[in-house]
C-alpha cells in the first residue's frame, strides 16, 4: 500500500530533550516536506526536500533540522525543543518538482507532539 | 512570496444546503491550486487540482472548483453538502516550477443533519 508513515504517532517530552520525528515514503518520490499545524495558522512549511541531501527552508524554519540521507527517508529533527513547538505535525511527499499533475502531496498520519 | 487567503473561517451548514468556500491566492504569475480535505482526526487529502486547461475542475465526492486567473480565485463549490462533508478544507498554492507550498488557513466545515 502506497503510503507516508510517521513515527511517533504522540510525543510527550520536556524543554531541551532533543528529539527526532521519523517520515518514510514508499513510492519512490522525489520531493517531501515537513509542516505544522497550528489553530487558526493553518498548515505553515517547515522544511522541504527536492531529492536526496537538497534540503530548503519553508516559512517557519527556526529550531528545526533535516536530513535526507535518503530518498524514502526525511526525519525532522528538535535539537533542543521549546513550548513554542508543540503542534501537530505533518510529513508529506510528491513525485517531483515542476507544474506538472504529479505536484499532488500526499501526507502522512500527523505527529501530536507536546513540549513542556 | 505567495499567499492565500481564506476568509471564511468557520462554516455552518444544514444536509442539502450549497457550499462555497473562498481561497484568493497572491502571486502575479503561473500558479498551481489545490483544495485538500481534513476529517476529524485525520490526515489531509486531496479534494482537487489545478495546474491548467479548463478552469473549472472537478473532484472527489461531487466537488468542483473554478479557477479565475482575473480574480486570483480558486472558490470550492458543492451544490448540495452532506453530514459527511463535516471537515476542515485547505487551499494551496504552489508556483510553477518550484516545490514550495503555501496554505491558507483552512475552513471548518460543520454540516448539520
Known amino acids: 500500500e502506497a503510503q507516508v508513515t510517521q513515527n511517533p504517532r504522540y510525543l510527550i517530552t520536556v524543554t531541551g530533550k532533543k528529539l527526532t520525528v521519523t517520515c518514510s515514503q514508499n513510492?519512490?518520490?522525489?520531493?517531501m516536506s515537513w509542516y505544522r499545524q497550528d489553530p487558526g495558522l493553518g498548515l505553515r512549511q517547515i522544511y522541504y526536500?527536492?531529492?536526496?541531501?537538497?534540503?530548503d527552508k519553508g516559512d517557519v524554519p527556526e529550531g528545526y533540522k533535516v536530513s535526507r540521507k535518503e530518498k524514502r527517508n526525511f526525519p525532522l529533527i528538535l535539537e533542543s525543543p521549546s513550548p513554542n513547538q508543540t503542534s501537530l505535525y505533518f510529513c508529506?511527499?510528491?513525485f517531483g518538482a515542476g507544474g506538472s499533475s504529479y505536484n499532488e502531496q500526499f501526507f502522512g498520519p500527523g505527529t501530536r507532539l507536546t513540549v513542556l | 512570496a505567495q499567499s492565500v487567503s481564506q476568509h471564511n473561517h468557520h462554516v455552518i451548514l444544514s444536509e442539502a444546503a450549497s457550499l462555497e468556500l473562498g481561497c484568493n491566492y497572491s502571486y502575479g504569475g503561473t500558479v498551481n491550486l489545490f483544495w485538500y480535505v481534513q476529517y476529524p482526526g485525520q490526515h489531509l487529502q486531496l479534494l482537487l487540482k489545478y495546474f491548467s486547461g479548463d478552469p473549472l475542475v472537478k473532484g472527489i465526492k461531487g466537488f468542483e472548483a473554478e479557477f479565475i486567473k482575473s480574480k486570483f480565485s480558486f472558490n470550492l463549490r458543492k451544490p448540495s453538502v452532506q453530514w459527511s462533508d463535516t471537515a476542515e478544507y485547505f487551499c494551496?498554492?504552489?508556483?510553477?516550477?518550484?516545490?514550495?507550498?503555501?496554505f491558507g488557513t483552512g475552513t471548518k466545515l460543520q454540516v448539520i443533519p
Open positions: 494551496a498554492v504552489t508556483i510553477g516550477g518550484y516545490q514550495k507550498v503555501t
Open positions: 513510492m519512490n518520490h522525489e520531493y
Open positions: 526536500s527536492m531529492n536526496v541531501e537538497v534540503t
Open positions: 508529506a511527499s510528491s
